[in-house]
């Protein structure tokens, strides 16, 4: 099995079979990660689509040997930002965004629970919310973290703690 780097490297030099391996593999975590971000499902799909969009028009600027993940989730984050920021100018927008899609959510056994957990981080700051899904969703390293949102791994483990401990806040005996 080849590594997310030789097959983007592959795909660098011309194969887009190698693409398509990329997406089959990334595809569900990625779209996991936008769900959470937009907490809608089809934009999030959407917003799938335009990650690997642009991981086509801008593959000439991937650093051939860098961690792909991180890179993929740095376009994905950036989507979901400029599509948070579009709807917060477009209050109809919002209001549908504001709606969670449980269709693409893993299942949990208490229903009255898993509202109350979705509750709580949707109100996180976009900045916490990106850390903490992408440190305990996608399993990335804080480094990693601070590579895909151009921040350092500081500031990556600030947000992650900070979005960590407002959630114990607001889950209080669930924490």
């Not at 887009?16 to 959470?36: C, I, N, Q, Y």
């Not at 984050?77 to 920021?85: E, G, P």
């Not at 390293?141 to 806040?169: C, V």
Request: charge should be negative; glycine fraction near 4%.
């Amino acid at each position: 099995m080849e590594t997310d780097e030789v097959l983007m490297n592959r795909y660098c030099e011309g194969d887009t079979k190698a693409l398509e391996v990329l997406f089959d593999r990334h595809a569900r975590g990625v779209h996991a990660f936008l769900a959470r971000m937009v907490r809608d499902g089809a934009l999030a799909e959407d917003l799938l689509q335009s990650t690997f969009l642009s991981v086509v028009r801008s593959a000439d600027r991937y650093q051939r040997g860098s961690p792909v993940m991180p890179w993929l989730l740095t376009i994905a984050a950036n989507a979901a930002r400029d599509s948070l920021r579009r709807a917060k100018l477009n209050p109809e927008v919002l209001a549908e965004v504001s709606q969670p899609d449980s269709a693409h959510e893993p299942a949990m056994s208490d229903p009255a629970m898993r509202r109350r957990i979705e509750a709580a981080f949707a109100e996180l700051p976009v900045q916490q919310r990106e850390a903490v899904v992408m440190h305990k969703v996608n399993g990335l390293s804080f480094e990693q973290i601070a590579d895909a949102l151009d921040i350092t791994s500081t500031a990556a483990r600030i947000r992650a703690h900070r979005g960590y401990e407002r959630l114990r806040e607001l889950l209080g005996d669930l924490a």
